[in-house]
């Protein structure tokens, strides 16, 4: 008979292949539910630990899941702020009954070269390694086209509902600098045209990008601003999070579980 | 030669500065010191000086001919300030794009290195050209009781009769669905593309709750058991993005609004200019909305 996989003996392999050092003292990177001995049945890769997200875990028979960020709606996953909700009851039962583990995969992901989070975005928004200026860079050189017509096509490739932009959409632009969930580049590099993201805090933060892209069309420099939502950003990069995982996993399924653009926009 | 209509009489005198008594107009000492100092005096709260109220840019020596309010003075807000007449700007967010509201960008900020910057030059160069003042005024404004903010942002979607007794941030509404609300919201705010909504569309809801600005889960969470639908301006999508997807898979009758924090806090800084009106008569005081930032793709 085949030998148990457990949670354990899967993060164990992960941390063996990681090619960096496993750091000890990250608060992410550390189970949120369940713990090593539970018995691995199969692996969904997740961006958000979303409830959605486990119960279609559990019903596609995985009970592993690597997701990229949180479970419990504060980045510390930090019980005490709502345990006293009856959703994280309701959602906390229905983990335990269905024998879930979940192990997250935030800060070493970022520290792995390359950083999958950034092969994925780049890969689905279709923006080609031949343009990228050096590797890892993030900066790519595309044939030149306007703000517009570059925010429609990333919005069609990935997906999205709820895409923001600011800038002028007729600016012609080319050199795009390319960031993910919350690691939004600067966009006062005088190198780029266009910076896009996943979330930015609007404003009083160490720089604010609309600000100073709206005072920037104002003078008449080029400059836009992408900012496609932190979920579906990140969720790319999952994907090669879960093709990664199953080169050293065989012996259950690994699959990304999407979870998709949380929003709808009014028309 | 024009004459007068009786019509364009009143309208002229009742127009401000037209309205102020000619000895305030001639006095043309008041300072944008003088006004803040006033300003502390009536905030209603004790006056803290380790945040970030305070002069940005401009002497605070400078008379002040107009006060211009707004919810973050951006070169457009800057020129319209200038042709109303007015010399003081009052924003709620930085003006140099960071918390750090310095003239010159510091270095670290995500690998741009530190030194002249040519969007932060020109601004700070028309500020000067203009001899405008800046000044800040946000964690006071925002520690007044009833939060003004919340205040100005159900005034600004017309349901300033529907507002709780006991708490600003709680309104009752006619009952809409989650879709209608959010048209309605996006075309009462002028907002273009910033507004994005997690709920059923055509989930029924009356109870509001208001929370302009920018907020913790730590907030959502207290809110959420008392309404349908909390309007926020800007959260953290690791937050209560998170939070009130899950509430709606748990099949909690819940939802979520952005509608962006800028535009989110235009209103409080129209309560701001009519606050002001009441203790600094001297010079005219006009509110300037920010647009929309976003915009969506097609």
């Known amino acids: 008979m085949m030998r148990v996989l457990t949670a354990g003996e899967v993060i164990s392999r992960m941390k063996a292949r990681l090619g960096i050092p496993w750091r000890d003292n990250t608060y992410r990177d550390t189970f949120k539910f369940g713990g090593p001995e539970t018995e ?46 009856p959703l994280y009851k309701t959602k906390v039962d229905f983990m335990r009954e269905h024998n879930i583990v979940i192990f997250r995969v935030h800060d070493h992901m970022h520290s792995q070269r390359p950083d999958f989070l950034y092969v994925g975005l780049a890969r689905a928004l279709g923006l080609d390694s031949k343009y990228e200026t050096a590797p890892e860079s993030h900066r790519f050189i595309i044939p030149e086209t306007t703000l517009g017509a570059l925010a429609s096509d990333f919005q069609k490739r990935i997906g999205g509902r709820t895409v923001r932009v600011v800038g002028n959409p007729n600016a012609r632009v080319r050199r795009v600098l390319l960031g993910v969930g919350y690691a939004t580049p600067a966009i ?23 600000e100073y892209v709206l005072d920037a069309v104002a003078l008449g420099i080029t400059k836009g601003w ?28 690994v699959e990304l579980i999407r979870s998709g653009d949380p929003f709808w926009a009014p028309k | 030669m024009k004459t007068f209509s009786r019509r364009d009489f009143v309208t002229l005198a009742t127009a401000a500065p037209f309205g102020v008594p000619a000895i305030l107009q001639s006095r043309a000492t008041l300072t944008a010191q003088e006004i803040v100092e006033r300003i502390k005096q009536k905030i209603g709260t004790e006056w803290k000086t ?7 840019a401009g002497d605070p020596a400078t008379p002040v001919k107009g006060i211009a309010t707004t919810a973050m003075a951006t070169l457009d ?20 794009y960071a918390r750090a509201d310095s003239a010159v960008p510091s270095g670290g900020r995500r ?66 669905t989650l879709e209608m609300l ?23 809801v009356a109870k509001v709750g208001l929370l302009p600005g920018t907020t913790p889960v730590q907030t959502a969470l207290a809110l959420f058991p008392l309404v349908d639908v909390i309007i926020a301006g800007e959260v953290r999508e690791w937050e209560t993005v998170e ?10 009758r819940k939802s979520l609004m952005l509608i962006g924090r800028v535009v989110s806090e235009n209103p409080g800084m129209n309560e701001c200019a009519k606050w002001l009106k009441g203790f600094v008569p001297e010079v005219r005081t006009t509110w300037i909305p920010v647009e929309d930032p976003y915009w969506r793709p097609a």
């Open chain 2, 182 to 204: 959010a048209s309605d919201i996006k075309k009462k705010l002028n907002s273009r593309g910033g507004i994005r909504v997690i709920g059923d569309p055509k989930l029924s």
């Open chain 2, 243 to 252: 939070l009130a997807r899950d509430r709606v898979t748990a099949g909690e």
């Open chain 2, 77 to 96: 807000v800057l020129k319209q300030a200038v042709k109303a007449g007015a010399n003081l700007v009052i924003t709620n967010e930085p003006t140099f």
């Open chain 1, 188 to 210: 006062n590099n005088t190198d780029v045209d266009v910076v896009v993201s996943g979330e930015q805090q609007e404003t009083d933060g160490a720089l604010d990008s609309p």
């Open chain 2, 111 to 176: 690998g741009v290195a530190a030194g002249p910057d040519a969007v932060f030059t020109a601004k700070s160069d028309f500020i000067k050209n203009n001899r405008l003042v800046v000044w800040r005024l946000s964690d006071h404004w925002r520690q007044r009781t009833p939060d003004p903010l919340s205040v100005g942002l159900a005034d600004a979607l017309r349901w300033s009769k529907l507002r709780a007794a006991e708490d600003s941030r709680l309104v009752a509404i006619p009952p809409a």
């Open chain 1, 40 to 85: 691995v049945r199969g692996i969904a890769t997740a961006m958000f630990c979303t409830f959605d997200v486990v119960k279609r875990a559990a019903e596609a028979g995985y009970n592993m899941i690597l997701p990229h960020e949180d479970t419990y709606w504060n980045d510390r996953d930090d019980i005490s702020i709502v345990s006293s909700d």
């Open chain 2, 50 to 56: 380790d945040g970030v109220d305070t002069f940005k």
């Open chain 1, 226 to 253: 992408i900012m496609l939502g932190h979920a579906i950003s990140e969720e790319q990069g999952m994907l090669e999070m879960a093709q990664w995982v199953k080169s050293f996993i065989p012996e259950v399924p």
